[in-house]
């Protein structure tokens, strides 16, 4: 069992930045990719930025060259950083785990984000 608790949303401007910290604990030895996924009103969740144990990172479009995700193993720690906000970034975002084990997942509670114009 792998537990997630998000901090760090909350109300930004438009151009401003942002940053998401996600903490895991539990059976935090068999996580192997930690990352954020984003789910705005109305629409289905989207890879936002995902990073693997051996360090390789996965954004998706709406985060490529805008924001960075980093992991800090020791203290069981991953990060959002969201540079150059935009309206359409609002959205919940969600930390996420996959275990090394197979294709399972595990979900935090949720941090809203929102960016206004």
């Known amino acids: 069992q792998v537990e997630l608790v998000e901090s760090g949303g909350g109300l930004v401007q438009a151009g401003g930045s942002m940053r998401l910290s996600c903490a895991a604990s539990?059976?935090?030895?068999?996580?192997?990719?930690l990352g954020w996924y984003r789910q705005a009103p109305g629409r289905q969740r989207e890879l936002v930025a995902t990073?693997?144990?051996?360090?390789?990172?996965n954004y998706g479009d709406s985060a490529k060259g805008r924001f960075t995700i980093s992991r800090d193993s020791v203290k069981s720690m991953v990060y959002l950083r969201m540079n150059s906000l935009k309206p359409e970034d609002t959205a919940v975002y969600y930390c996420?785990?996959?275990?090394?084990?197979?294709?399972?997942?595990?979900w935090g509670q949720g941090t809203p984000v929102t960016v206004s114009s």
């Open positions: 539990g059976s935090i030895s068999t996580i192997n990719r």
């Open positions: 990073m693997s144990q051996g360090g390789y990172k």
């Open positions: 996420n785990a996959r275990l090394s084990t197979g294709n399972t997942d595990y």
